[in-house]
């Protein structure tokens, strides 16, 4: 049984793609306390929540805004669109709808960009983009951007955002996962910095590959931080989680990441983090 | 024509062989080596050494059990973090010893609990997935069953992937699939074909370079072919330098889901 939807070439770019529309929403939900915020409010800042502190969905580009040096970035690989290679019911229409609250094509950005003075490869993985899942663009820009710092000797910081695997993508967004392991373990034995900064949520598939093979695991206060997530963990199991679950804090305990650095800290440790490390190019 | 949920239903039919019958088979003078010197041993990973037509070579199998009793010892194939990190010792004393690789797989996924999740699934599989694609030995990975998700990746970063004609290989479980994506766990027949998981779906894709034939059932014969198959792709593979192995591994990978520039 071959299925001719399996040969079809990734080159049909998706219909229906808008500028972010999601900037012109004027409130922004805070994940903890559940307080509704005037985005302008927070613009500008740090983005955390002012009645508890905790930080807020950022969109990748303008975290990258807030990031890095100004006009240092320049975004690499934007010509990749999804293809709906499986013909999976709905999953036309979900894209369509993902590009129009991320204003993204699709859910990872790319380039290169100067932290403090450092250069670097970055990739910023997009909440609003159906939460980060991992399709095969996903996993292809990812791959190409740490192919592109191990060949220019440049570290990678990536910010991770996942709910885990694009089930639409069926096995291609599974493959993500290898492939992505294989560009890493190049760069690494270049003997370049790889730094990743895990926010809430980054879970799944993107938990069991690139987000933990990083030599530096930073993470965001009060992040969830787990393979499987805490709901269906209570559903087939039926067991009930303990306090603080697969948050950041909780996974520092546990010995999985290397510190939970706060917005307003992030900035100066990942220049102190690239300074410390040198700039790769030893090879 | 067999339907996809067809071939689920015969990957999951009681009585059919689990690893076990084709390691009895397969190898001769295997030894279990067990656990991880970290925490535990994993009953639902079986690891070791044996031979296969005499040349030494190590084995990890995702056992699910065949008694009640034993199913439920091996957590019914489902492994914890500690199952996949006695794998990776495996595999890294292969590469010591330069033998290679064979991984047996059929796992409704890796386990999601508390347990399992304070000991670090996600990290367990994600170092798997590195090392393996690193490793300077020939991997051969063959799917006897089901294999779903990070939990039977976790075996499966190989030069090779072999399935039998009624195996599965998906991202999700049916039933996983079905309830994520339509809140309806009993949409499984549908995700079943929506997920293009049976071992031909994936000889079609690239993802699996054979699929072995079960001949009406009789797996004996499976065994002999599988054997014959296993002996003669390792010679070949063994031909090929560290190098020129895991520079071909990594390409075999490197064009799933990629576009063409
Ligand atoms: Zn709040």
């Given at each position: ?22 900037d012109?929403?004027?409130?922004v ?9 005037p985005r302008a409010a927070v613009a500008g800042t740090?983005f ?14 303008e ?221 | ?261």
């Amino acid at each position: 049984m071959i299925n001719k939807a399996l040969f079809k070439k990734p080159n049909n770019r998706l219909e229906g793609e808008q500028e972010a529309a999601r900037d012109a929403e004027p409130t922004v939900v805070c994940a903890e306390c559940k307080d509704t915020l005037p985005r302008a409010a927070v613009a500008g800042t740090d983005f955390v929540c002012p009645r508890c502190g905790t930080p807020l969905a950022m969109g990748a580009r303008e975290r990258i805004r807030w990031l890095t040096d100004e006009g240092s970035f320049q975004e690499t690989e934007t010509g990749h669109r999804a293809v709906d290679r499986l013909g999976f019911p709905g999953y036309a229409e979900k894209l369509v709808k993902a590009q129009r609250d991320s204003g993204e094509p699709e859910g990872v950005l790319t380039g290169l960009a100067a932290v403090d003075g450092e250069p670097c490869a970055l990739f910023v993985m997009e909440p609003y983009f159906i939460m980060g899942s991992m399709g095969a663009v996903v996993g292809e820009k990812i791959t190409r951007l740490f192919e592109l710092a191990t060949q220019e000797c440049l570290p990678v910081i990536g910010y991770t955002v996942s709910g885990g695997a694009r089930i639409q993508e069926g096995m291609f967004s599974l493959m993500q996962m290898a492939k992505t392991s294989g560009a890493v373990l190049r760069h690494s034995e270049k003997g370049l910095l790889y730094a990743a900064v895990l926010t809430h949520p980054t879970t799944g598939g993107v938990v069991a590959s690139f987000a933990m093979e990083a030599d530096v695991i930073l993470a965001e206060p009060k992040a969830q931080i787990g393979f499987t997530g805490p709901r269906v963990i209570e559903q087939t199991m039926r067991q009930k989680l303990p306090p603080g679950f697969q948050r950041s804090e909780f996974m520092l305990q546990k010995g999985f990441i290397d510190r939970i650095v706060p917005r307003n800290a992030q900035k100066k440790e990942l220049s102190m983090l690239l300074k410390l490390h040198g700039r790769g190019g030893r090879a | 024509m067999t339907t996809a949920y067809e071939r689920v239903q015969a990957a999951r039919r009681k009585g059919r062989p689990t690893a076990d019958y084709y390691m009895q088979r397969l190898f001769t003078d295997f030894l279990e080596m067990h656990g991880d010197r970290r925490y535990g041993d994993d009953p639902a990973i079986v690891a070791g050494v044996g031979r296969l037509t005499g040349r030494p070579v190590t084995v990890i199998a995702l056992e699910k059990g065949v008694t009640t009793e034993e199913k439920i010892s091996r957590n019914f194939g489902s492994a914890h973090p500690e199952g996949y990190r006695k794998a990776l010792r495996q595999m890294k004393l292969a590469e010591k010893f330069r033998r290679p690789v064979v991984c047996i797989i059929d796992t409704a996924g890796a386990f999601c609990g508390v347990g399992a999740e304070e000991r670090g699934q996600g990290q367990a599989i994600a170092e798997n997935l590195m090392v393996m694609m690193g490793l300077t030995v020939p991997i051969i990975t063959v799917f006897i069953g089901e294999g779903y998700s990070g939990g039977a990746l976790a075996l499966g970063v190989a030069d090779r992937v072999w399935m039998l004609e009624n195996a599965v290989y998906s991202v999700i479980s049916p039933e996983g699939a079905a309830s994520i994506v339509w809140k309806d766990a009993g949409k499984a027949t549908e995700a079943c074909e929506a997920l293009h998981m049976t071992a031909q779906d994936l000889l079609a894709c690239g993802m699996a370079e054979r699929v072995f034939s079960e001949e009406d059932g009789d797996f004996d014969k499976v065994c002999s072919a599988l054997g014959t198959a296993l002996a003669d792709e390792l010679v070949a593979l063994s031909a090929l330098d560290a190098e020129t192995l895991t520079v071909k591994r990594y390409a075999r990978f490197r064009a799933m889901g990629g576009e063409e520039t």
